[in-house]
C-alpha cells in the first residue's frame, strides 16, 4: 500500500525559499507519476509540478521558473525545491503518487495522496 508523507511546510516572507519533501513508502518513488499539488481553502486542487518515469516535468504557469520537482531515489522522496515565494503561493500541498502509471501523467485523478503540509506566505 501507498503511503505519502509531506513536511517542510511553514512561513516564510516573499521571496524566501522552502524546499518540500515526500516520503514515500510502500514502492520505489522512481518510474512512475508523481506530482505536487496545492489547494486554498474555497478553490479546487490544482497541480503545480509533475514528474514522470523518465524524470520529464511539467509546472504550471503560475510558478515557472521559480518552482522545481525531483526525486533522491537513495531517500525514496520527492521533493519540491521553491524560490522567489509570492503571497498567492500561500496554500496546503500536497504529494500525489499516480502508481502505476509512469507516462502521460494527468493533471488530476491521481490514486494516492498525503495529508498536506501548510505554505503560508506573508508581504
Known amino acids: 500500500q501507498v503511503h505519502l508523507v509531506e513536511s517542510g511546510g511553514g512561513s516564510v516572507q516573499a521571496g524566501g525559499s522552502l524546499r518540500l519533501s515526500c516520503a514515500v513508502s510502500?514502492?520505489?518513488?522512481?518510474?512512475?507519476?508523481m506530482a505536487w499539488f496545492r489547494q486554498v481553502p474555497g478553490q479546487e486542487r490544482e497541480a503545480v509540478a509533475i514528474i514522470d518515469e523518465d524524470g520529464t516535468t511539467i509546472y504550471a504557469d503560475s510558478v515557472k521558473g521559480r518552482f522545481t520537482i525531483s526525486r533522491d531515489s537513495a531517500e525514496n522522496t520527492l521533493l519540491l525545491q521553491m524560490i522567489s515565494l509570492k503571497p498567492e503561493d500561500s496554500a496546503m500541498y500536497y504529494c500525489?503518487?499516480?502508481?502505476?502509471?509512469?507516462?502521460?501523467?494527468?493533471?488530476?485523478?491521481?490514486?494516492?495522496w498525503g495529508q498536506g503540509t501548510q505554505v503560508t506566505v506573508s508581504s
Open positions: 500525489a503518487s499516480h502508481f502505476p502509471y509512469g507516462r502521460n501523467c494527468p493533471s488530476r485523478d491521481y490514486k494516492a
Open positions: 510502500g514502492y520505489t518513488v522512481g518510474g512512475f507519476c
